[in-house]
């Protein structure tokens, strides 16, 4: 990844921690320039696994758990809050793990590195965050 596109995404995903008062724990690129199939038009994908103040997790009315960024020309930036990235339902997560550009090895570091995830220890992990 060029520089400058580097310093770009780091710049905007301290600006979403921020603006939306969330803890980036992974970002990783993603889509066609990831996959090593870009074409010269090809825009930066990044996607990214956040979490919130633990107050907001036991709210009543759950705050959006998504994060959608930036989409244009060069970059489409967007994110998962931690808690839907832990869905067992959610498969795209061993790819987030796998990515390349990494912010935080928080997350990264305490899970399995098989893809047959151990849904029950994405869950712990979870709560270790959580509570500190």
């Given at each position: ?102 912010r935080q090895r928080t997350l990264a570091e305490q899970l399995p590195d098989d ?18």
């Amino acid at each position: 990844m060029e520089q400058n596109i580097r310093k770009e995404i780091e710049q905007n995903l301290k600006e979403i921690e921020k603006q939306r008062g969330v803890q980036i724990l992974l970002a990783v690129e993603s889509g066609s320039r990831a996959w090593g199939f870009a074409s010269p038009d090809s825009d930066y994908d990044v996607r990214f696994i956040y979490m919130r103040p633990a107050k907001d997790y036991l709210r009543l009315d759950s705050p959006r758990d998504v994060i959608e960024w930036q989409l244009d020309e060069v970059l489409d930036i967007n994110g998962w809050d931690l808690k839907k990235a832990l869905n067992p339902q959610n498969p795209v997560i061993a790819d987030f793990i796998s990515g390349e550009l990494e912010r935080q090895r928080t997350l990264a570091e305490q899970l399995p590195d098989d893809r047959n995830r151990d849904w029950t220890e994405l869950n712990r992990v979870f709560l270790r965050l959580l509570h500190g």
